[in-house]
């Protein structure tokens, strides 16, 4: 059974502070690396994709992925209220569906 | 227009009843998914189809039925509604190019089985 696992939270921070999201996963043949934000009742929403080892920045997040260690995160700088949400990991091999975690709840307090 | 349109958006329904949930997408997207959300269980998938003739079971499709009728559309079903189906259902596409494509989702279906 592939597993993506995160710490469901709530994890709170400041605002302007950083918040840092994490997950791992159990199928080493993972290929490519998805972080979602979905905000209570609504649909997941794409904020970043990484697919190689290292860091990919976009804006105020920051994706990180260490494939020997099978474990990926997300940095949020700069924290704002409007962050609080939810944050699903999700990954997949080629030719697979996404499987995606139980995702972490982020409150960021003004 | 929303790129991926769920139909219909809330559904309440009694214990027995033959459902349908329907998806469809302008995004030109071969791949399509079927998740169901729950609280405190996360996303999970029931079917997926990479293509018209392709269906795939996921990880939870015991009690559920899909139907690819074009491109486009991709049909869920539930022969026999029991209340623990009642959930927040997604459906989502990706395109099939190289390095694995994101899923985009649709707005959900909250489903109640009464």
């Known amino acids: 059974q592939k597993e993506v696992e995160q710490n469901s939270g709530p994890l709170s921070v400041p605002e302007g502070a950083i918040a840092s999201l994490n997950c791992t996963y159990s199928?080493?043949?993972?290929?490519?690396f998805f972080w979602y934000r979905q905000y209570s009742g609504k649909s997941p929403e794409l904020i970043m994709s990484?697919?190689?080892?290292g860091d990919k920045e976009d804006g105020r997040f920051t994706a990180q992925l260490n494939k020997a260690s099978q474990y990926v995160s997300l940095l949020i700088r700069d924290s704002q209220p409007s962050d609080s949400a939810t944050y699903l990991c999700a990954v997949n091999q080629a030719g697979t569906a996404l499987i995606f975690g139980k995702g972490t709840t982020l409150s960021v307090s003004s | 227009d929303a790129d991926v349109t769920q139909t219909p958006r809330n559904r309440i329904t009694k214990t027995g009843k033959r459902i349908m949930l329907e998806c469809s997408q302008t995004?030109?997207?071969?791949?399509m998914y079927w998740y169901r959300q729950d609280p405190g269980l996360g996303l999970r998938l029931i079917y997926y189809?990479?293509?018209?003739?392709?269906?795939n079971k996921g990880e939870i499709s015991d009690g559920y039925s899909v139907s690819r009728q074009a491109q486009a559309k991709f049909s869920l079903s539930l022969e026999s509604a029991i209340p623990n189906q009642t959930a927040l259902y997604f459906c989502?596409?990706?395109?099939?190019?190289?390095?694995?494509?994101?899923?985009?989702f649709g707005d959900g279906t909250r489903l109640s089985i009464l």
């Open positions: 990484i697919y190689s080892n």
């Open positions: 995004k030109g997207h071969d791949r």
């Open positions: 989502a596409t990706s395109d099939s190019g190289t390095n694995n494509q994101p899923q985009h």
């Open positions: 199928d080493r043949g993972s290929q490519s």
């Open positions: 189809s990479f293509d018209v003739k392709d269906i």
